[in-house]
């Protein structure tokens, strides 16, 4: 992008200057291209620059209601914002490399704290420039050399009233915007932001940033001005119903990756590499291609979006792996791995068949393990004694199907004494409030089946383990 400059051989009236152009005017190489019959310019802007000469196409209302966008999910936009962090310091990196420069210790520490993968880039944002006018009659423009089967090479120009309305893209545009000002923060302050409003994952209480550190930083904020680029698809002179029809297309038609085939391709959280290179490398765990409702044919595998699931609880004590960073992964691996050389030890496992031999191959139950194993590992009741207890006692304990205690809130107050579940009641919740139905016996298969409802399940079933190994009453 340069600034627009003055013809000195070929003068023009004042006035004509004043109305078609001002200082400020910016010049733009795009391409202009033909999207399903509607003319489209295609071009790339650096980060910073795109953010500062865009918005968000959601000012204008039609009976009060927003154009073309939803509610924006700042969540959302911070994990994104990572993202591109994370993104800037591998553009660091490698352009050090490319420059033959030394990368430094630094690079190396910071991108190891936010962690790494194989690849990263942004999709293109989806843009209309209102002023164009029909066909972008209204635009200030000129031929450059044509590329064969790329379309016509322009130059354009465009002032301040031509702002870059995002009709697709919001999140990652307040994404940079979150960036841009981490960076200027980090560089004016010398301070990192506290932590639980930080782009970057220290545990620094003074939050001071090293001399090091800044120099990185310095360079990554100078890459969000040059080298890192946004690719854009503008739209020329849509109106609202144009805008909102093409948010729709655009968010609607696309259908969504299955959950388990995302989590297969995805490298870049920590959970999700320790899954691969310690768990599936290993032959520890078997990947189940789906769901197998039909339990005289599991091959012992677990899905992976269930151990992704298992690991979410034993790793973080959460559902699910988003907030995962390296430094928090990293530590608590080794933990990680005595819980699955116990687990796989429990008679049946794993083998063809394992859903019909034992019920630890039920996800539910591996939960309710993970969340004891975390509790008492790096959770309230955190204790290398009784963690030690809960891990030597998994390979002794019942997992078998017709093991009463499974099914204890069917029984009956005689059955209770004959099968010497005395005292069990004292480590579960109050039967008078929530959700106790933990599952079914079938009579004819004597399999116990749990429900789907884990997150009401699982918890009791610990409380069940906890009774049984002799560990800690958690309603205490």
Known sequence: MELATTNESNPQPLSQLIRRSDTTDMQLKAFVCSNLGYSTLLTKMPMYDFYRMSA????RCESGETV?????????ATELARYILKGLIAAAIAENSADGKVVSDTHIQLQET????????????????????DNGENLRAQNLETVENEGVGIRLWLGQKDIIWVVDGQHRRKAMQLVIDFLEEVR?????????????????????????????????????????????????????LEERQLFHDLNNLAKKVEKSLALEFDSSNPVNAFIKDELIASQMVKISPGDIKDWNN??????????????????????????????????RVSVAKRFWEAVVQIHGFGE??????????????????????????????NDEL???????????????HDNPMWRYYDLSDEEINSYELNGLEKYLPDNSTGNRDTGSFED???????????NDIFPILGDMIRWKIGLPNRHK
């Open 188 to 240: 004016t302050e010398q301070k990192y932001p506290p932590k639980k409003s930080s782009l970057f994952p220290h545990n620094r209480e003074d939050r001071l940033v090293s001399v090091e550190e800044l120099s990185v930083w310095s360079q990554c904020y100078a890459i969000t001005r040059s080298s890192s680029t946004v690719s854009i698809e503008i739209h020329l002179g849509l109106g609202i």
């Open 386 to 400: 009784l963690l030690s207890r809960l891990l030597d006692g998994i390979t002794d304990l019942d997992f078998r």
């Open 444 to 454: 004819s298969t004597e399999w116990m089946r749990f429900g789907t409802r884990h």
């Open 68 to 76: 073309a966008q939803r509610k924006l999910d700042l969540k959302h």
């Open 56 to 59: 968000v196409a959601n000012e």
């Open 298 to 331: 599991d091959d012992g595998g677990l899905t992976r979006k269930d151990i992704v699931a298992v690991n979410a609880h034993l790793l973080l004590n959460k559902s699910n792996i988003n907030s995962a960073t390296p430094a928090v992964v990293q530590e």
């Open 114 to 133: 936010i962690g790494k993968q194989p690849y990263l880039a942004l999709q293109p944002i989806v843009a209309n420039l209102r002023t164009a006018g």
């Open 352 to 381: 063809e068949g394992a859903k019909a031999k034992t019920v630890s191959a039920q996800p539910v139950v591996l939960k309710a393990l993970a969340k004891l194993t975390y509790d008492f590992s790096f959770g309230r009741y």
